[in-house]
């Protein structure tokens, strides 16, 4: 049974920093394509960062050199550290699994997700 469960999230002034953390249960998700995705309220849920197959990791544009994806092999978890985060941040944040295919951060893709989890940045 896959199960991914986000925590990690909060409240934060802009500028400052929160780690995302999702636990993976049921697969070995290195065999995944494996991705933190972000929704607000009346957008559409867009990727923002990814960990191909092979540990290599991409992001989109809008948190480049702000935002790292890692894991923890022994702990079968990813994390997501977000640093200068910015008011445009807010939203739900998720993580995702994709078992076949390639590692393209499109939400569409995915077909195991976590419950998500809420972070809010005040200016």
């Known amino acids: 049974h896959v199960q991914l469960v986000e925590s990690g999230g909060g409240s934060v002034q802009a500028g400052g920093s929160l780690k995302l953390a999702c636990e993976v249960t049921?697969?070995?998700?290195?065999?995944?394509?494996m991705g933190w995705f972000r929704q607000a309220p009346g957008k559409e849920r867009e990727g923002v960062a990814g960990?191909?197959?092979?540990?290599?990791?991409h992001y989109s544009d809008s948190v480049k050199g702000r935002f790292t994806i890692s894991q923890d092999n022994a702990k079968n978890t990813l994390y997501l550290q977000m640093n200068s985060l910015k008011p445009e941040d807010t939203a739900t944040y998720y993580c995702a699994a994709r078992r076949r295919g390639s590692c393209l951060l499109d939400w569409t893709l995915y077909e195991n997700w976590g419950q998500g989890t809420q972070v809010t940045v005040s200016s």
């Open positions: 960990m191909n197959r092979d540990g290599s990791t």
């Open positions: 049921g697969f070995y998700y290195v065999t995944y394509c």
